[in-house]
């Protein structure tokens, strides 16, 4: 009994030592989304200011392409936009915008002053649409496959770097390509 009371001790130590070394070995900017193989949800969002033309789930469809949720209030989205505009200069993907949490005309106002790479945008003014995602915060852009299911997230802004390394292999493969 004497030496249970010595052992239980230690072994708690032990394991909570394990589980500590396990949590660090974990990436912490990769944040997990359960949405991944499932369909990406319903949703027939207005045209934000200046677009007669607004986005639904269905213009998803048959085609791989991102959706990109963004906001003029957006530190993050500054970073990753001159990406965006080269994507949508070279034809390389079609780029779907949804503008989150901004208001009216606080989105338009920003793309007209950095340029505008979406085909089409969605305006998610209370943010629906992006619980619907699961999204965290901005920007945060999916691979969306022709059958309109979510194929990859990332979270945070896409530099060259990642678009590479991450975003590309996914959309070659999703596409048929090497």
């Known amino acids: 009994m004497g030496r249970l009371i010595f052992i239980l001790p230690l072994m708690a130590f032990v394991a909570l030592l394990a589980y500590f070394a ?9 944040i997990p989304s ?45 970073i990753e936009h001159p990406l965006l505009m080269e994507l949508a200069r070279e034809g390389e993907i079609p780029i779907y915008g949804i503008d989150w949490k901004d208001p009216p005309g606080a989105g338009a106002a920003w793309l007209e002053q950095h340029g505008d790479p979406y085909t089409k945008i969605g305006d998610d003014a209370d943010g629906r649409v992006a619980i619907d995602f699961g999204i965290t915060g901005a920007p945060e852009t999916f691979i969306i496959d022709r059958k309109a299911r979510i ?15 991450d975003i590309a292999p996914v959309i070659r493969m999703l596409r048929g390509e090497k």
């Open 151 to 165: 194929r990859y997230k990332q979270t945070g802004p896409i530099t060259p770097q990642i678009w590479e390394e």
């Open 34 to 78: 359960v949405m991944i193989n499932k369909s990406a949800p319903a949703f027939d969002l207005p045209a934000i200011k200046g677009r007669e033309v607004g986005l639904s789930s269905d213009d998803l469809q048959g085609e791989v392409s991102l959706v990109n949720f963004f906001g003029s209030w957006c530190i993050s989205c500054r």
């Open 22 to 30: 396990i949590g660090l070995q974990r990436d912490p900017s990769t």
